[in-house]
Each structure stands twice: as C-alpha cells, then as structure tokens.
C-alpha cells in the first residue's frame, strides 16, 4: 500500500478535518512510500518505536503521538532520539487523537462499549466526544468496577458509593475527567473515564453519581487495534498491536 494512499483513507476514515485538535492528526513523520507492515500501539513511546523497528515495520500507528499544542518544539534529548529512531528506519508515523476517541465504530469509545456489552443511546460533551447510554443489565458500582477490572486487567478507581445501583451510564476514555458534570447533568448513574482529578471526587460526592477511573492508557487500547484490525482487512496489511504497559 503506497503511504500516501494510507493516508488519503485515514484521514477521510477518521473525518480529521472536522475536529479542533491539541495536536496534527494523521501523517506526523514521513517514512517510506510503500507501507506492507505496521505497528499500532496507544502513545509513540521510545519503547514502542524500538519494537517497531524489531518487526521491521514500514509504519507506526498510535493514538498518542507528537507535537502537541504548547509542547517544547525544540529536537532535543528524548525528543531527538524517537524522531531519529523514526528517520534513521525511514517509518512513517501515523497519530490519531480525537478522531480516534470519536469515531462511530473504531474509535475509543465505541471499542470500550461494545467490550463492556453497553448500550449506547447518545452522545454529550463538546464535539461529541462523551458517549451516554445504559447497562444491558444494572448492576451496583462495586460490581461494575470488577467487570472493569477484569475486561481491562487494571482495577479501577471508584469515586461515590459503591453499593449505588447502575443503569444508566456515561463514558468517554483518556483524561475525560472535565466532562463529569456534563455527564451528570444527562441523568446517568455513573460516568467512567480514564483518570480522575482532585475535585472528581467532591463531585462523585455531592451529586450521587459514581465516578470510575479505569485507567488512560487502558481505556484506550482498544480504538487503535480495532483501527489497525481494520486496515489489515481492507488492504492484506501485517498489522501487530504492541501493548507498552502503562499504569496511569
């Protein structure tokens, strides 16, 4: 597959051109032409470039990748080694941000719904990106966290009471934290994101609704195999998914 037909498709896929972004979405680091092996993985960490080049891979593609909006732009230190390690192997890079949180399908969301069998009746939140629904069948929050734990292999933080019965459900992966008062304000039982902050907790509290952190890195494994899963269908690619384990 020539690299920038890959490119021509992710990025029409994707619909990058209607998201306001923290960062480029798409080709970030160009590599060689013709693209047959590729490696996703969620962030494009030096431990995630080593193993691309490991399995010789002509592309990597993440969820996380570089040159975010008020980021140090100098090529310096850990920065020059990664964009060299990129370079030096002529790979290409391929990052993916809020286009792969939002996609219907593919994306971040939609992946960690249909693993947790959620139903899914909406969306909230600014450019859509929350996604609002409710349980195939209501549970308590403690019994929720412990399906998390086990589809996810992270054991999730609960904010609120743990004994509250579970219906109706918001979520929006990553570092979605600012949106919990959106998510209370649709009437859910509980929201679940990726990390919380300090007054997550004050507001699990005094609304009643059940917070749940999960994990950033581990709510946001599943867009990006399901993106690569994807283009191994469509074009034959060698696709492999590299899991950098990351307890945050």
Not at 26 to 46: F, N, Y
Request: proline share 3%; aromatic share 8%.
């Amino acid at each position: 597959m020539e690299r920038a037909e890959m490119q021509c498709y992710l990025d029409n896929l994707l619909e990058v051109g209607r998201f306001r972004d923290y960062c480029p979405n798409g080709l970030q680091v160009e590599g060689r032409a013709e693209i047959r092996r590729v490696v996703c993985g969620v962030t494009a960490s030096q431990a995630l470039l080593d193993a691309a080049v490991a399995r010789k891979a002509d592309a990597v593609l993440v969820h996380h990748g570089y040159f975010w909006r008020g980021e140090d732009g100098c090529i310096t230190g850990l920065r020059r080694k990664r964009l060299g390690t990129l370079l030096g192997n002529d790979m290409n890079l391929f990052a993916y941000h809020l286009p792969l949180d939002a996609h219907p399908e593919l994306g971040n969301n939609a992946q960690l719904g249909r693993l947790m069998g959620w139903v899914p009746e909406g969306r909230f939140a600014e450019q859509d990106m929350g996604w609002v629904g409710r349980l195939s069948q209501p549970t308590r929050g403690e019994l929720l966290a412990r399906q998390l734990a086990a589809r996810l292999g992270r054991e999730p933080l609960l904010l609120g009471e743990p004994a509250r019965a579970i219906k109706r459900i918001a979520w929006c992966t990553g570092g979605a934290q600012g949106y919990f008062e959106q998510a209370i304000a649709c009437g859910v039982d509980c929201f679940v994101s990726g990390e919380a902050s300090e007054q997550t907790t004050h507001l699990a509290r005094e609304s009643g609704v059940t917070f749940l952190a999960v994990g950033h890195h581990a709510s946001e494994r599943y867009g990006v195999q399901a993106l690569g899963a994807h283009l191994a269908e469509r074009y034959g690619l060698e696709v492999s998914f590299v899991d950098v384990d990351n307890p945050v």
